[in-house]
């Protein structure tokens, strides 16, 4: 109860600080301010996800109890750039029987709290995006070369021209993307 309490409170702090960031009346030095924030909470959920029990089960690892139900990627500077749920499952909670015929579940499942890692709604992705985005970082977008007189070159958009001048990175590697126009 404590735990999933914690979870809603910094998920709510969290909330708070996305109005407060896409505030007009923000410089790029307050945004950076909140962006600080936001990883705290980041950090302050990674670790609630991995609560444990007073007996020492994971609270959130399903039927998983005994491992980690969530591990954090970092980059050099130590910033969490991706959280991965257990791969043996967090999704089934670990039943005990209290009387005969009677069982109530120990473990929560992850997923029913912090949502599908696959989902654009999972918990720690969107803080990441948001941290990320109150940082400065560019969100990726793509804009046709076009000028005034028409395409001035209606295969190229800006910045990508080349077939490595696009990577996208994900849990299981990277790809160099190349842009092609429809013809």
């Given at each position: ?95 005990a ?36 985005y ?28 080349g ?21």
């Open positions: 109860d404590t735990a999933l309490r914690s979870i809603a409170d910094t998920l709510t702090q969290a909330k708070e600080a996305a109005v407060q960031g896409a505030s007009d009346t923000n410089d790029a030095l307050a945004r950076q301010s909140i962006g600080a924030k936001v990883n705290q909470l980041l950090e302050t959920l990674v670790g609630l996800a991995d609560s444990r029990s007073s007996t020492g089960t994971f609270l959130f690892g399903g039927q998983e109890s005994t491992t980690a139900p969530y591990s954090a990627t970092r980059d050099s500077s130590g910033q969490i750039t991706s959280v991965t749920p257990n791969p043996r499952g967090i999704d089934t909670p670990t039943p029987g209290i009387s005969e015929g009677i069982t109530l579940p120990t473990t929560v499942s992850g997923t029913a709290i912090f949502g599908a890692a696959t989902d654009p709604t999972y918990a720690f992705d969107a803080l990441i995006r948001l941290r990320d109150l940082d400065g970082q560019p969100l990726l977008r793509f804009q046709a070369d076009v000028g005034s007189t028409g395409a001035a070159n209606a295969g190229a958009y800006a910045g990508v021209v077939p490595a001048d696009l990577q996208i990175g994900g849990p299981t590697g990277t790809a160099f993307v190349a842009a092609t126009a429809a013809g």
